[in-house]
Nanobody, 123 residues
Framework: QLQLVESGGGLVQAGGSLRLSCAAS????????MAWFRQAPGKEREFVGA????????YAANSVKGRFTISKDNANNSMYLQMNSLKPEDTAVYYC????????????????WGPGTQVTVSS
């Protein structure tokens, strides 16, 4: 069983930056592709970005492309989401997720989820 825990959320002004972390334990982390999703109140869970199991290939949603960067550290069983130029519309609970082998942009394809971390961007 792979266990995931997010950290790094908080309150930031528009234009600011945050770095989210996702710590993994339990299984062979390097075999799992990872993703970030987010969910704002009253909205469906939204794909933010993903990184392939090896860490060399990433995929970002159009809404965050150029502002958010995903990285994966297999040696330390961690994944990160660097968020720059934050906007109020980025406000949401951010979740990390994992699936065996290749990445995907559909939440239902991910087997493991963290509890989430709140990101609030004030205008």
């Amino acid at each position: 069983q792979l266990q995931l825990v997010e950290s790094g959320g908080g309150l930031v002004q528009a234009g600011g930056s945050l770095r989210l972390s996702c710590a993994a334990s339990g299984l062979t982390f390097r075999l799992y592709s990872m993703a970030w999703f987010r969910q704002a109140p009253g909205k469906e869970r939204e794909f933010v970005g993903a990184i392939r199991w090896g860490g060399a290939t990433t995929y970002a949603a159009n809404s965050v492309k150029g502002r958010f960067t995903i990285s994966k550290d297999n040696a330390n069983n961690s994944m990160y989401l660097q968020m720059n130029s934050l906007k109020p519309e980025d406000t949401a609970v951010y979740y990390c997720a994992a699936r065996f082998a290749d990445y995907a942009d559909v939440a239902s394809l991910y087997s493991y989820w963290g509890p989430g971390t709140q990101v609030t961007v004030s205008s």
